[in-house]
């Protein structure tokens, strides 16, 4: 299963195998976001703005749950993927 931000919250990570952090500023998160929904026609942008930004700010200065993954992904470049226990960043294995 694959979830935001919220999945690493205290409550759940006991429950949880393995915890994965995709690392890139917020700005560019909502960004890609925000397109990502323009292409598949729908219009979020003020759920972006509004709701799902001030969310994750608050969630992350409240949780800090970048420091619970087990698995830190550089994610700022747009080519980024994994497979098993290697990971990807822009073509090359990190």
Do not use: K
């Amino acid at each position: 299963m694959v979830d935001l931000i919220g999945l690493l919250h205290p409550e759940a990570l006991p429950s949880l195998d393995v915890t994965v952090w995709c690392d890139v500023d917020l700005n560019t998160a909502a960004e890609r976001g925000m397109a990502r929904d323009q292409r598949l026609g729908r219009d979020h942008e003020s759920l972006w703005r509004d709701v799902w930004l001030p969310n994750e700010i608050d969630f992350a200065e409240r949780f800090g749950p970048r420091a619970s993954a087990t698995i830190l992904i550089d994610a700022s470049s747009s080519a980024v993927a994994s497979s098993g226990d290697r990971r990807y960043e822009a073509g090359r294995t990190v």
